[in-house]
């Protein structure tokens, strides 16, 4: 038998949640399911109940699951970290493995495999989708700690922003700039932190502590 648990599901899709929920409450080894829309509610739940497990959308509105998933590592590490998504590209998939985190799965997963990996993931062992795996094995080089690096303060501005979740505009009215500015500035940083998205850059910056 695995180890019972309690689980916090944290997915923005209400019918998605809805169905994950119901299908995991039947599964005898779970003790209990709460739910939260976006990851700031995740977060106010964390800080109220305990979980021995967390299934975790990558992207969702008001805070992203990779921004989540950074501050349960730090406050929380007994918890264990499962992060679903609809994309399995090469950069994201390195990114949440540098992260840290104990599973990744793709939303198209079928709900025997998914008991599966969660189970195999409360035991202590880690557990990645087969075309994940492929990816992270692939890539050695870069499943290590990148390098550190240097942030000019005009740079580190619109980083702050960016991690507080500012668009672009708002970005370029609060710091008197044009938005093709804000999006250059972005592009530097993407390049130097070797990055192919916002929510990647918003990770390597928490993770590495570039703020």
Not at 45 to 59: A, G, P
Not at 139 to 168: C, F, M, W, Y
């Amino acid at each position: 038998m695995p180890n019972r648990a309690s689980i916090l599901l944290c997915e923005d899709e209400k019918l998605l949640r809805t169905t994950l929920a119901e299908l995991m409450r039947k599964w005898s080894w779970v003790d209990a399911i709460d739910t939260a829309a976006n990851g700031e509610e995740a977060l106010l739940m964390l800080e109220k109940n305990n979980y021995e497990l967390l299934l975790l959308d990558v992207n969702m509105p008001i805070r992203n699951g990779i921004s989540v998933a950074q501050v349960v590592l730090k406050t929380k590490p007994n918890i264990r970290i499962v992060m679903l998504t609809n994309h399995d590209g090469d950069a994201l998939i390195l990114t949440l493995y540098r992260l840290g985190i104990h599973g990744f799965l793709l939303k198209d997963t079928e709900p025997a495999q998914l008991e599966l990996a969660l189970q195999t993931v409360m035991s202590g062992v880690n557990y990645f989708a087969p075309s994940v795996l492929k990816v992270i094995n692939a890539n050695p080089q870069k499943t290590a700690q990148l390098p550190d690096i240097n942030v000019a303060p005009r740079h580190k501005q619109v980083l702050e922003l960016l991690v507080k979740g500012r668009s672009p505009k708002e970005i370029a009215e609060k710091l008197s700039m044009s938005v093709n500015t804000v999006n250059s500035y972005k592009s530097d940083m993407m390049e130097l932190t070797r990055t192919q998205t916002t929510i990647e850059l918003i990770a390597y910056v928490q993770k590495n502590g570039i703020l």
